[in-house]
C-alpha cells in the first residue's frame, strides 16, 4: 500500500480524528503496511517487543496462562495503538500476543521513537495516555485474577477445615440419640431400684465430683492406669466391666467407688454405675458438639475478619496481628498437611495501620502461602509484628531452601514463577508489591539458605481513632 494510501486509512480511524496530518504522513512514510493472517503469534510471550502497531482492520488479542489455560486480558480494535509505546518500560508480553482476524496494521520501530516524539507530538502524547490506560487494565485484571486465585484457596482451606467439625457434629448427633435412649432406660431402672432421696443424691454427688475432675485432662499413661484399676474394681464385684472405660473418662476413681459402695446398697451398684455411664456418656456426647460447633464458629468468624464481609469497602485502622491470626486461621488446614511449625509473635499493644483491611489480608495470605510452599516436611514459619520508629513492620521468616540469587531480582515481576506449570502465576508478588506501596508501605525480601525473610513496613498513624 502506498504512503497516501496509508494516510488515507489512518485518517479514517476516529481514534485518530485529531492526529495533524502531517504527523500522520510521517507514520505512513517511516512505518511498514503489515497484513496477519488469522491466527498469526506477532508477539510470543516473554520475547521483545521493538515494533508499535496502528491497527487498521482486524483485532489483536493478548492471552494469558495462569493455570487455567490461556485467557484473554485485552484486545484492540481498528484505531487503537500497541505493542511497544514510547517511554513504556514493558520488555516483552505477558502471554501470546496474535491475531484473530486477518489484521491490517501500520508497525513503527522504536529506533524510530526519538525522531516520533519530536516529529509527531501529538500522537506521541496520544500513545502516553494509552500507555496508562494500558497499566491500569492490566493492573486491574491482574488484581482480579489474583483475588480469584486468593479465594479459591480460602474456599479449599475452608472446606477442608469446616469439613472435621461438621463430621464430628453428625457422628456425635447420630450418637447422641441411641445414647439418650440408653439414658432413659438406665433412669428406669434406678428409679425401679426404689432408692430414697438420699441415696439417690449420694450417687448424683459422685456423677458432680467426677465432671469436676473432667476438667483437667489425665494424660493417656494416666487414664489408662485408671481404666486399669477400675477393671479389676469392677470384676472383683462380679460387674460388667464395660463401665470401666467411660467411667475412666469421667475422671471416676476407685477410691469414689468405695466411697458409693459404702453409702448405698450394694445390690443397686449395678444399676448406679449404668445411670452414671449413660449420663456421662450422653454429657460427652453434647460437649463435642458443641466443641465442633464452636469451631465452625470461629472458622466462620475468622473468613469473616479475613474477608471484612461486614464491613464497608475503604481505608480504617486495622488491626494488624489480628489480620495475621485469621490468615493463619485461614491456612491452618495446609499448616496441618506440611507438618509445619509456625510461630507469630507480635508485641504488645501493637498499634492498628490505617489500610483496607481486605487488602492488607490479601497481603498476609500471599507471604504465608508462599512461606509454606517454600518450606519442607515439618518445616518452620516465623510471623513477627513490631513497631520500628514510625512504622509497622511484619516480617515472615521460612527455613526452606532460599531464593537462587540470580533469580532474587526477578521474584518480584509480573509472572515470573518458580513454581511448576498450573502451580503458580507469578503474579502472587507482584500484586503483593502493588497492594503493599499502595498503602504507602515497603514490601522486601533478603534470602540465603535456611532463611528467607519477607519484611512489609507500613506506616503507623500519628493517633488511632
Not at 422 to 445: A, K, S
Amino acid at each position: 500500500m502506498s504512503p497516501a494510501g496509508i494516510v488515507a486509512r489512518l485518517a479514517a480511524l476516529p481514534d485518530l480524528a485529531g492526529i495533524p496530518e502531517a504527523e500522520l504522513r510521517w507514520l505512513a512514510h517511516h512505518g511498514q503496511f503489515v497484513v496477519h493472517e488469522a491466527g498469526t503469534v506477532i508477539a510470543p510471550k516473554g520475547q521483545p517487543i521493538e515494533w508499535l502497531w496502528v491497527i487498521l482492520s482486524g483485532y489483536i488479542a493478548a492471552r494469558v496462562d495462569r493455570g487455567a489455560g490461556p485467557q484473554l486480558v485485552m484486545g484492540w480494535r481498528p484505531g487503537e495503538v500497541t505493542g511497544m509505546l514510547p517511554f513504556s518500560r514493558m520488555t516483552g508480553p505477558p502471554g501470546d500476543v496474535y491475531s484473530e482476524d486477518i489484521t491490517e496494521a501500520v508497525m513503527v520501530h522504536a529506533d524510530l521513537f526519538p525522531e516520533m516524539i519530536h516529529r509527531c507530538p501529538m500522537f506521541t502524547a496520544h500513545t502516553v495516555h494509552l500507555m496508562l490506560d494500558r497499566a491500569r487494565r492490566f493492573n486491574t485484571s491482574d488484581l482480579q485474577d489474583e483475588k480469584m486465585i486468593s479465594l479459591g484457596k480460602l474456599s479449599a482451606g475452608l472446606a477442608h477445615e469446616l469439613n472435621n467439625p461438621a463430621s464430628a457434629i453428625v457422628r456425635c448427633a447420630k450418637l447422641l440419640a441411641a445414647s439418650l435412649s440408653g439414658a432413659e432406660a438406665a433412669s428406669k431402672a434406678l428409679g425401679a431400684a426404689g432408692l430414697t432421696d438420699e441415696t439417690l443424691g449420694v450417687i448424683d454427688r459422685v456423677r458432680r465430683q467426677s465432671l469436676a475432675a473432667t476438667e483437667q485432662a489425665p494424660s493417656p499413661m494416666q487414664l489408662a492406669d485408671r481404666e486399669e484399676a477400675l477393671t479389676g474394681w469392677l470384676e472383683r464385684r462380679g460387674l460388667d466391666d464395660a463401665y470401666a472405660a467411660t467411667l475412666a473418662d469421667m475422671g471416676v476413681t476407685t477410691a469414689a467407688l468405695d466411697t458409693l459402695v459404702a453409702d448405698i446398697p450394694e445390690v443397686v451398684l449395678d444399676p448406679a454405675l449404668r445411670w452414671l455411664t449413660s449420663s456421662f456418656g450422653t454429657l460427652s456426647l453434647a460437649r463435642d458438639i458443641e466443641r465442633a460447633g464452636t469451631r465452625v464458629h470461629e472458622l466462620v468468624g475468622a473468613v469473616k475478619r479475613f474477608t471484612y464481609m461486614d464491613d464497608r469497602a475503604g481505608v480504617d485502622l486495622v488491626d494488624v496481628e489480628g489480620g495475621l491470626r485469621d490468615t493463619l486461621r485461614v491456612l491452618a488446614s495446609k499448616v496441618k498437611a506440611k507438618g509445619a511449625s509456625v510461630t507469630l509473635d507480635c508485641e504488645p499493644d501493637l498499634p492498628r495501620v490505617r489500610a483496607n483491611g481486605g487488602e492488607l489480608n490479601q497481603v498476609w495470605m500471599n507471604l504465608l502461602d508462599n512461606a509454606m510452599d517454600a518450606i519442607s516436611e515439618s518445616g518452620a514459619v516465623e510471623v513477627t509484628g513490631r513497631r520500628e520508629r514510625d512504622r509497622i513492620v511484619v516480617r515472615v521468616i521460612d527455613d526452606g531452601a532460599g531464593i537462587p540469587a540470580d533469580l532474587l531480582s526477578r521474584i518480584f515481576d509480573p509472572f515470573f514463577t518458580t513454581k511448576p506449570p498450573g502451580q503458580g502465576t507469578g503474579l502472587g508478588l507482584d500484586i503483593t508489591r502493588w497492594l503493599v506501596r499502595r498503602h504507602r508501605g515497603e514490601l522486601t525480601v533478603r534470602s540465603q539458605p535456611g532463611r528467607t525473610e519477607f519484611r512489609v513496613s507500613l506506616p503507623a498513624p500519628d493517633e488511632e481513632a
